[in-house]
């Protein structure tokens, strides 16, 4: 029989941090550097840390670390722990300052380009005091982050989940796939545009998750347009520019562009055929309120949607 391990007399923070930065690199070496700290401290660190938990945290192999069964419960612990301890500090920040505190925000990478700088400059202008910590990527990975605390909220599209998660979904805008084209194009004076004509045109697409990709790829077989050949860029800023100084055409969710489509350069061409909308929006949690901090995002948001729609900008 184990005997009483007192966790909550012999488990100090320096400790639930080390096995939180151990699990997301899945390497001692790279944990250490991350910590800044050697390997043979973290090594000591680790040893003492399973010694009083009775049990294995990780498992050793060539490669790394792998987490146990115990280390998993653990990990999750620790990260609740630690989450609680930030916003400790944030509700502190709120004593002194009512616009203080800071927002832990998570964006899909299409909301992290499109939407995100302009309500963020809005939120800066309103609230200067209000700090950002921002965590991009997929929702597979952020969503766990989400449960844990680390995150107060998840801004993007809005995928349906494959088994229910507990997970409110506010919808707010689409994300649909649009033709986008420089202002002035030809093609905005066809009186219809068809596929043929956009055949007419380079293309130069973003290279954009898989899923993206995928109902991306999908809409330009409907069309005919060339998805092999076209030129492809992971740069935002290269297909603004050729976009602007040349008669290319891009094929993307029309979020990417919000803000060339807002100041009028870019336009969005009438699409030959129907497009899903592909809601976006708000993954909030269940079990806990908006901090303030958080609730002046969301207002933030809301407005610069509602700015763009009177702009006739439909998001």
């Not at 399973?50 to 987490?67: M, N, Y």
């Not at 870019?266 to 949690?285: D, F, H, S, T």
Request: charged share 25%; with cysteine.
């Amino acid at each position: 029989m184990n005997q009483r391990r007192f966790l909550d007399q012999r488990l100090r923070l320096n400790l639930l941090r080390a096995v939180d930065v151990i699990e997301q690199q899945g390497s001692l070496l790279k944990a250490a550097t991350a910590l800044g700290i050697s390997q043979p401290a973290l090594t000591r660190n680790l040893q003492e840390l399973e010694d009083i938990l009775q049990a294995r945290v990780f498992d050793r192999h060539p490669r790394g670390v792998r987490v146990t069964e115990a280390g998993m419960v653990l990990v999750g612990a620790a990260r609740r722990v630690l989450a609680e301890l930030r916003r400790l500090d944030e509700a502190l920040d709120r004593i002194d300052s009512a616009d203080a505190g800071t927002v832990a925000l998570g964006a899909l990478p299409v909301t992290a380009s499109g939407v995100l700088p302009g309500v963020l400059t809005k939120l800066k202008v309103r609230f200067p005091n209000i700090r950002i910590r921002l965590q991009q990527g997929r929702t597979e990975d952020l969503l766990p982050l989400l449960t844990s605390g680390d995150l107060d909220l998840v801004v993007g599209r809005l995928y349906e989940p494959v088994v229910p998660d507990g997970f409110r979904r506010e919808p707010l805008w689409s994300e649909p796939i649009s033709i986008i084209a420089r202002a002035g194009h030809p093609i905005l004076d066809v009186p219809e545009v068809t596929a043929e004509a956009l055949r007419e045109y380079e293309l130069v697409l973003p290279t954009v998750s898989q899923r993206v990709g995928q109902e991306l790829d999908h809409l330009l077989s409907l069309l005919g347009l060339p998805s092999a050949s076209s030129l492809r860029s992971s740069s935002y800023g290269f297909i603004r520019e050729m976009l602007h100084a040349t008669d290319s055409i891009s094929v993307m969710p029309r979020l990417m562009m919000v803000g060339d489509l807002l100041r009028g350069t870019l336009r969005v061409v009438p699409l030959p055929l129907y497009a899903p909308r592909r809601p976006a929006g708000l993954i909030l949690p269940s079990d806990r309120a908006l901090t303030p901090a958080s609730q002046s995002f969301v207002d933030c948001l809301h407005d610069y949607i509602a700015e763009a729609a009177s702009l006739g900008i439909k998001l």
